[in-house]
Structure formats: C-alpha cells, structure tokens
C-alpha cells in the first residue's frame, strides 16, 4: 500500500498533481483541522493564498466517530439520511448535537480567524483540500460553504478517497484524489504519522501563510501588491518605493519583515506599470504616485474596514508621493516614514500633512539631508529627523538598513497601535 510519512509530505505530493492551477485566480481552503497541513502545502506549491472553511461533522450520539452530517459557515449543513435512519436518530436528537456543533463551530472560527478577515472567494475557484475522505460529509459542506460565498469554481482534492465515493460527489465541480482506495476503512491507514492536528499548529500555519498577491484597481490601471496580514491585524503599512525599485525589492522585504515582526500588516505596491516606468517622467510625476497610493490606501479601507489603521513607508521620490497624498483632506494616514526620501517633492503640501512623520536619512547622503532639513521648515506636523551615522542613499553600508527599519518599526508601533503605548519605545524615539 502506498502511504504518506505524514500530512505534510501529503500536501506536496497533492501539490504537485494540481500545478495546473497555478497562475489561476485560486484560493486553498484547509479543512481544519488534518486538511489545513495538507492544505499549506498546496498553497505553497501554487503560489496562492491559503484560508479556512471552518465545518464539523455531525456524529451520531452513541458512536461519535460516525458522521451523519456536517455543518459549516454560513448555516450550511449536510445530512447523511441512511446513517441517521440506521443509527435511529430523532429529531430532537439531531437538534441537541447540531447545537452543541454550532456553539464549537463558533468557537473555531474565532479562534483560527483572530479578527483575521475571510478571503474574498466571489468570482474565484476555491481549492478545497482535506487530508483525506471518509464519507464525503464533511467535503460536501464545505463546497456548499464556498458556492454561498460566490466561488466560480470548486475542486476538492485529497491524498485518498474510497473509490466508490469518488464519482458519488456532486457538489464540487471536479474532485482530485491520490489516491482512489478499493479496500478503505480509515483514512489513518494511508499515514505513516496521522497524529492529531492540534488548533495552535492551525493558527500558525495560517499566521505563517497571510500573504497574499493582491491586484488593486487605481487611475485607469491595475495596481499590483504584495499583502501582508498578521492575525487581528490593526494596522497595515503601504510601502510606495523610488525609482529603480518595485515591491520585489530586496531591501523594502527587508523593511516589511521587521514591521511584521512588530505586529504591523504590510501592503508592498508598485505604483507604476512596467510600462509606465519605462518613461522616467512618470518615476517624478508626484501627483501622480501619490493617486495611486490614495487609491490603494481606499482600497484598504473597503476590504477591512477603519478599524485597520493606515500608515505610509516611502523611499525616494516614494516619500514625496506619500507626503503628497497625506496632505489631502481627510487622509486616514496615522504615521509616515521616509528612508532616504524626497519629502521637498511634496513642495507646499507639506504644510498640510497632519501624520507625525520620521525623516530617516543617511549621515553620507549629503544633499538629501539637506533636502531633508529644509523640509521640516515646510511641515507642521510633528516631524523627527533621524540620521544614521555613515549610510549612503540606499544604506547598503552593514547594519544601517537595521537601524532604520528599527527606527520605522518603533514609530508606527507608536502611532498605528496605540493599545501597546504603555511598553517602552525603542531607544531614541520621542
């Protein structure tokens, strides 16, 4: 019998058999909890973003192990009437247990969510992935689950599945298994290690799985992101970045991942189309950057709402648009940074930037400190100048990119988190 090491070395191998969908507009939803190993695995090999579709089985009273039914988000249920005709269930039996389900789904939800919004799936194909099938109860819940959210397009895949149940599913609208068992009778028996999953291990995957491609429309284009979203994320730093950079960008990476490190989401954009760069005008069109992070700062706003505050990372001529776009009436902004910015490009709309602002400029970077100094005459907000002793423009000199991603992070830890002010702020923050 061919059998897997474990849930992980599952999801590769399922990984593998589904990278034709790669490159589509897929989202991966883990059954908690064995599907969600299998599950992250997948993701990863198709380069999509992974969620939950949170279900529970329905046992019978006396042999919960024995499913007759599932329920999921969204009040979707399935019953299995054969089981609850043999086992004898009565109504009000199945009224007690589908009780005692909602209140644990409930639960669940909380807990492996964390505030963490659900993945839109409207328009999009849901990948659903279990770590195996027994009765198909709870798979078939889930796909009713995704088609309630608006999935174009359902695929259920597992590492192993009875035969017979394979061509029995009508719900999802292709089904992908390893393996196509004859002889089933658990789908432990196909494991080497099937120990339980536990609800930590779930959180962290899903933690450990929060970015995601994003595509933002703004100005007539397609704006392309890179979106990261910590467990009940507060606050989400967009990162609009200079000339000869994009979102890919070793160093703007290097920053993201010390705001996360924080507590912080971060969004990673690129501002201009391949083919807008091309044209070095539009890298110094400042009112132009600036719209598109309006827009992508709106957009932010529509998906999760003003609970997640918004704070602005700019490099370059990155930091003029950013200044540039907090300038206007009613920005959301609650905290900007510049890394060897331009802030003199924002020119007269400095004045009206409300967002406390950390300049950070490198000691070398002589004639950008002195744009930057200038500057701070223009601004009326509260504004620090942070210089770091020996860097050049891009502070490619060792250990100077840490120090101003740890400056970064202790300024926006202070203005987008304010529930963590009564801990110390990092050395040399106001």
Known sequence: MNKFR????????????????????????????????????????????????????????FRPEVAMGAIGEGNARVLDKRVISLAGITEDALRTVE???????????????????????????????????????????????ARQLGAARIILAVPVAPAHLLDTLTEPDQVVSLISAQDFHAVGQYYLDFSPTGDDEVVQLLDASVDQEVQIPGDAVTLQGDLHLPGHCEAVVVFAHGSGSSRHSPRNRYVASILQGAGLG?????????????????VFDIPLLARRLTAATQWL????????????????????????????????VGAIVSRGGRPDLA??????????????????????????????????????????????????EPGTLAQAAKLAAGWFTRYLLPARNGGPLPEGLP
Request: charged residues 20%; glycine residues 12%.
């Open 301 to 332: 706003g529509d998906q999760y709402g003003p609970a997640v505050r918004v704070g602005y990372f700019g490099a370059s001529t990155g930091a003029g648009a950013a200044l540039w776009a907090a300038a206007d009436a009613g920005s959301p």
């Open 266 to 282: 971060t969004l990673l954009l690129d501002l201009l189309t391949p083919a807008e760069e091309a044209d070095r005008g539009n």
């Open 99 to 145: 009780r005692e389900a909602r209140a644990l789904l409930k639960s669940r939800v909380e807990r492996y969510r964390k505030g963490r919004p659900r993945l839109e799936l409207a328009g999009k194909t849901a990948l659903i992935v279990d770590d195996g099938m027994a009765t198909g109860s709870t798979a078939r819940v889930a796909c009713q689950v």
């Open 6 to 61: 474990n849930r992980v070395d599952a999801g590769r191998r399922l990984g593998q058999q589904l990278l034709q969908f790669r490159g589509e507009d897929v989202i991966v939803l883990g059954l908690p909890r064995g599907g969600v190993p299998v599950a992250a695995e997948v993701a990863k090999a198709l380069n999509a973003p992974l969620d939950v579709i949170v279900v529970r089985k329905l046992g019978v009273p």
């Open 347 to 396: 020119g007269p709309r400095l004045a009206a930037v409300r967002a406390p602002t950390l300049l950070i400029v490198g000691g070398a970077d002589t004639q950008v400190l002195a744009l930057n100094r200038a500057a701070m005459n223009g601004m009326r907000a509260l504004t620090r100048l942070e210089v770091i002793p020996g860097a050049t423009h891009l502070f490619e």
